[in-house]
Structures are given as C-alpha cells and as structure tokens.
C-alpha cells in the first residue's frame, strides 16, 4: 500500500503544482500532497532500514535425539564437525528417531542459501540430564498490528528469519561427543579394549563378578564407568 500512496501523491503532488491556477488551492493541494509525500518515503525508508511496524517474535523448540553409533551400545554418542575456525558453531550428526538406521548431519550449511544459512548457528553443552534433546531457538520478524501490515505487507517481510540457534544438551556421564577422526580412532581401539577387559576380568574373577552386577543392578553407573574408560582411552578432557 505505500507503494501506491507514493505514487498517488506524487501525482497529487504535479497535479496541484502544475495543472491548478489559484494560488490558494494549488499551494495547498500542492503543498499538502508534497508534505504527505515526503512522508511516505520517510516511512518506507525507516521500515527498510529499521524494520518499523515490525517486531521480533521469538519460538523455541524441543526434540529428543539419540545416538550417532551404535544403537546396541549402552552410551550414546554425538559426532561435531565445527563449521570454519574458533567458530563454535558445528554441523551435527545424530539420529531424531530411535528406529532410524542411520545417523543424520545436522545444521549443514546449504550452499545455495547462504543468506539464511549465516542466521543459523548449532552448539552443543554437557549436562546433568539423563536424555539428550536438541532446542532451537528462532527469532522472526512480524508486523505489530493489522495497519502496519496493510501499509508494508508488499516486501515478504512477514516471517523473514532473523537468527536461528540450536544447541544439542548431551547428558555429560553417558554420551560422548566425539569428532568424526576421535569416532575413527575409538571404532580402532574397541578390540584393544575388548581384549584388555576381558584379561583384566579373567585375572580376577571377584571383579568380573561386580561387574556383571553392576550391569544388571545399575545399568547407569555401568554406563558412566565405560565412557569414562573409553575417555580415558581417547585422552579426552571432556
């Protein structure tokens, strides 16, 4: 709709300069179109560059996501790939269903959006917290009333992301976040490990006991001792 004013009161605007003989009718038709005109444009630009009538609405978003390996292990795994340098921001791969067969990157950059790719952002954080989830924040622009809509609702502004943050909240005892060389290197040393388990607990039997009951009675703490183990094996600080 401003669209439309400016040009109507541009044409006003000749029209009372040009074509109205009285001095009075042509100063005010002329002068009041020319005044209104100004602005029209003063509003367009303040919207373009402000975004005024608009304001930020902002919508969170919580999934569940499960392991990246193997689905048969007790803990859980993440797999980080940070996008450029000190960046901390990553590409993500996990799995979003529990019944998938494989794992999914997440929050790639799409090369052929770059514009809305530079407004998306990924992380990861340890927690306490016994499931993994990923929350997404986004922030949208959004006309503050009905009028504002009808005057700038020409430009596709309605919705037009903002930013957008995802941060994956990964339980820090019972899931590893590992990058796709440490995942390489852990899927190399399972035998290794395998192997000095398995010597350890022949050596002595009272602790292959434990163990076992361990596994059956505290599966949790089974699983904190094998990611802490596997950690360890890594050299990891995390």
Do not use: C
């Not at 980080?80 to 901390?88: L, P």
């Not at 019972?174 to 796709?180: E, R």
Request: glycine residues 6%; aromatic residues 10%; charged residues 25%.
């Amino acid at each position: 709709m401003i669209i439309i004013l400016i040009v109507l009161f541009t044409l006003l605007t000749f029209y009372g300069f040009i074509h109205i003989d009285k001095i009075f009718w042509r100063g005010l038709v002329g002068g009041l179109s020319l005044v209104l005109l100004t602005a029209s444009v003063m509003a367009l630009t303040i919207h373009i560059k402000d975004n005024w009538g608009m304001e930020k609405v902002t919508s969170t978003e919580t999934k569940k996501i499960y392991t990246a390996g193997d689905t048969n292990a007790a803990f859980g795994m993440l797999l980080k790939a940070e996008i450029g340098q000190d960046t901390n921001n990553y590409a993500l791969v996990y799995r979003t269903n529990k019944e998938d067969k494989e794992p999914e990157v997440h929050f790639q950059p799409d090369q052929k959006h770059m514009v809305e790719t530079l407004k998306k952002t990924a992380d990861y954080k340890l927690t306490s917290e016994s499931e993994a989830k990923v929350v997404t924040t986004t922030v949208k622009w959004k006309f503050k009333d009905n009028f504002m809509k009808f005057l700038f609702g020409i430009g596709g502004e309605e919705g037009k992301l903002v930013y957008q943050h995802a941060r994956a909240y990964v339980p820090k005892d019972t899931w590893l976040v590992l990058t796709q060389d440490e995942a390489k290197k852990l899927q190399q040393e399972v035998p290794a490990m395998q192997a000095q388990q398995e010597a350890a607990l022949k050596a002595n039997p009272a602790r292959a006991k434990a163990m076992m009951e361990l596994q059956k009675n505290s599966p949790e703490e089974f699983t904190k001792l094998q990611v802490k183990q596997i950690k360890e094996r890594l050299g990891l600080k995390e």
